[in-house]
């Protein structure tokens, strides 16, 4: 393979990780090649990323590699978060946001094993839109932070309750909850897209 295929490949690898990040082990591991490839291939594209008008560079945290805005772009990235969201919201937040409704308060580990992924990113979606709120700590090892829905969510799917969420039959699946649940925010927020358009 040529070294344009790998870094694109590492480039993706980069983007895929997200804010986790990913070592040079487990890079090397994926596209099954040394490790000194894989610092020479990670030192080009921060070469690329330093040298070219981009908007994203690469940057290094105790052996983790992360794809990362540019601070001197940092006032484009604060207006897009004070912009308000009229956009549909992703199959992941509505998921995550099904789950949080249905089984309040709930921790993001217990999110994502209904879920089966990782929900970091639903989760700030979620908290940035005001949807979600967090409302303590579990009493367990780590005390993990426990989410809810508040007023905001009443608000933005047209409720006056949590007893207004549609019921589920009691032999329902995991998956059969989630799939009902997921359906029901999906057409609420559609409706909510065309009110505001």
Known sequence: MEL?????????????????????????????????SVVHILHEL?????????GVMMTESNGVFYLTTKPEHSEYYKKLLETPH???????????????AYKQPITRTEIEE???????????TLLSRGLIEEVGRKDAIGRPMLFATN????????????????PLPDDLTKE??????????KNMDEENKSFTE
């Open 114 to 124: 209904v879920r089966g992924v990782k929900s970091d990113r639903p989760v700030q």
């Open 86 to 100: 009229s956009t549909q919201m992703s199959q992941a937040a509505l998921e995550t946001l099904a789950i949080i």
């Open 46 to 54: 921060a070469y690329d990323y330093e040298h070219t008008d981009r």
């Open 151 to 166: 007023k905001d969510f009443l608000t933005y799917f047209g409720l006056t309750s949590l007893d207004e969420l549609p």
């Open 4 to 36: 344009p295929s790998y870094k694109a490949i590492i480039e993706g690898l980069l983007f895929a990780s997200g804010d986790e990040g990913i070592t040079v082990k487990q890079i090397a591991k994926i596209i099954e090649t040394t490790e000194s």
């Open 176 to 185: 059969d909850i989630e799939q009902e649940a997921h359906l029901f925010f």
